[in-house]
């Protein structure tokens, strides 16, 4: 059973950057990053896919947030740059090691989670 540590997380205003780092205790998994903002539900973010390291990118972030990965593949990244307000909320790392594509943004696909990380944005 694969473990992830998140860390990165904190206290921006309105076009800063942070980055987001998740650990997992083994290889082999794709992994992805969910956020959740209070009284919402849980939304994708990105994903990189293990084999091939293909990523893809919720619409809310495509073009701010670049997702990325180690050469050991068992640590990713999440490089966030013109944050806004909006970007709040908690961020959470997840592994699977056999979703298929057509279910890479799916949150219950995922077997395995982190304990989440609070980014907070302030106008």
């Known amino acids: 059973q694969v473990q992830l540590v998140e860390s990165g997380g904190g206290s921006v205003q309105t076009g800063d950057s942070l980055r987001l780092s998740c650990t997992a205790s083994?290889?082999?998994?794709?992994m992805a990053w969910f956020r959740q903002a209070p009284g919402k539900e849980r939304e994708f973010v990105a994903v990189i896919r293990y084999n091939g390291g293909h990523t893809y990118y919720a619409d809310a972030v495509k073009g701010r947030f670049v997702m990325s990965r180690d050469s050991a593949k068992t640590t990713v990244y999440l490089q966030m740059n013109s944050l806004k307000p909006e970007d709040t909320a908690v961020y959470y790392c997840?592994?699977?090691?056999?979703?298929?594509?057509?279910?890479?943004?799916?949150?219950?696909?995922?077997?395995?989670w982190g304990q989440g990380t609070q980014v907070t944005v302030s106008s």
């Open positions: 997840a592994a699977d090691s056999r979703i298929i594509l057509s279910s890479l943004r799916m949150a219950r696909e995922y077997d395995y």
């Open positions: 083994l290889s082999g998994y794709t």
